[in-house]
């Protein structure tokens, strides 16, 4: 769990800003929901037989011996909100975004943390591939609009109700007569969740199942004409992706598309966002039978692959230098006058040299640095210094903060250290 310390939070603010911007040209609402739901929420949605569920909660019992867990994901609690406060009343589409912590009692290394912080959105309401085409194309937009390159789209279908059964049958008895070269993890896991084993990393189980049968070959018609039917809006968008049969993803709410936006940036922990459709998780969660896809950004990987063009935090507009008592109490004043006007400003607050006070608004990277001395207070005006260019110039004192205040506001309002 890591503290986000100035420097570093500016990227985090940029992240999210964005996708404040973003999800809302899509028609895209926010949504806030607790970091504590009933426990059973968490074993119906993601699934008994996960990763998630059988070791990673962080699980207790309130006063009242109620199981509590902190939010693993943001989907089933999302879900939780959109059945009790019965939004499908409300609107027959209902577009939520949401971000915040989710906790997970994982294997902490790079990339992957026991608190960690997703941005993720939520469609409910709509079938049609188109809706998959857009939530995908939101998220392209999405990574274009923060600057993150070297990320690649895969995608998979994982059939419905339906043809799934039909899939993990196919895939157990491929699975059982290789039983003995699979790791100790899948032998547990080919009967309880095979398609789990195609997503381990043990090299003899990636060995055992390459040639594993593939999920899409056998879809039902409606799962292929959808998958078929997405593909061609990715391809009408111009959107690149990957078809990826081995991806099946961690929890086992999925039915139809899954999608990973997958990097080789961050080592093994390679997914920045991943989704897929829904289609039964809401019925099972006893609300309406609609249908619904989103996906989730992890923000701590989206920073790690920002790298070096992290976000610079703002640099103070107007530096005031201020020489004497006098002098300190007026820029003081006129500071507060200048910050309630708009602009970044700022002093050193203990007595200090002009040398000192210079060095410091060189440090913040001031845009100006303004002058005050009992002389200038004296002749009513103070000297103003373009940092950028080194030349002083006299300021009238007398409607200091408004000639400032269109100074700053006329040049970049930002910049970087
Ligand atoms: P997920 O694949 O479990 O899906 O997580 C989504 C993203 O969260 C991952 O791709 C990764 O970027 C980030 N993430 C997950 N675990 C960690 C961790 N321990 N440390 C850092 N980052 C992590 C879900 O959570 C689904 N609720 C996504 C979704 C929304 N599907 C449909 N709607």
């Given at each position: 769990m890591n503290d986000i310390l100035p420097g570093e939070v500016e990227t985090w603010q940029f992240l999210e800003s964005e996708a404040h911007r973003i999800f809302q040209l899509y028609g895209f609402a926010e949504v806030r929901v607790p970091v504590v739901e009933k426990t059973e929420l968490f074993c119906r949605s993601?699934?008994?037989?996960?990763d998630i569920v059988e070791k990673e909660m962080y699980t207790f019992s309130d006063r009242s011996d109620n199981s509590l867990t902190l939010r693993p994901e943001g989907t089933a609690p999302v879900m939780r909100a959109f059945i009790e406060h019965k939004l499908h009343t409300l609107d027959p589409v209902s577009r939520l975004y949401y971000m915040g912590p989710m906790f997970r009692y994982e294997r902490p290394q790079k990339g992957r943390y026991r608190q960690f912080h997703q941005i993720g959105v939520e469609a409910i309401g709509v079938d049609d591939p188109m809706m998959d085409a857009q939530i995908l194309a939101m998220l392209d937009h999405y990574f274009e609009a923060v600057d993150i390159r070297n990320v690649e789209l895969h995608i998979n279908s994982l059939g419905c109700k339906q043809c799934r059964p039909r899939y993990r049958e196919t895939l157990t008895g491929y699975l059982e007569s290789r039983l003995r070269t699979l790791c100790a993890d899948c032998q547990r896991r080919y009967?309880?969740?095979?398609?789990?084993v195609l997503d381990c990393k043990v090299p003899a189980c990636q060995e055992a199942t390459v040639d594993a049968p593939s999920v899409l070959d056998l879809l039902c018609d409606d799962c292929d004409t959808h998958f078929r039917q997405l593909q061609a809006h990715l391809h009408k968008l111009g959107i690149v992706f990957t078809i990826n049969a081995r991806m099946v993803r961690g929890l086992d709410y999925y039915t139809k598309t899954t999608f990973e936006m997958v990097t080789n940036q961050l080592g093994s922990q390679n997914a920045v966002a991943a989704g897929g459709r829904y289609d039964g998780l809401i019925q099972d969660l006893g609300g309406p039978a609609l249908p619904g896809i989103g996906f989730a950004m992890g923000v701590e990987r989206l920073v790690l692959m920002k790298g070096d063009q992290r976000i610079a935090p703002p640099r103070p507009q107007v530096f005031l230098a201020a020489l004497g008592d006098a002098a300190t109490d007026e820029a003081f004043a006129l500071m507060t006058r200048l910050q309630r006007l708009g602009l970044r400003a700022e002093m050193a607050f203990a007595g200090k040299s002009l040398k000192a006070q210079m060095r410091r608004a060189g440090k913040l990277g001031a845009r100006f640095v303004l002058i005050l001395g009992d002389e200038e207070l004296a002749s009513g005006q103070a000297q103003l210094r373009d940092?950028?260019?080194g030349s002083q110039t006299p300021i009238a004192l007398e409607g200091i903060g408004q000639a400032l205040a269109a100074r700053c506001l006329a040049g970049p309002a930002t910049g970087s250290r």
């Open positions: 993601i699934g008994e037989t996960t009967l309880t969740n095979p398609l789990r940092m950028d260019d």
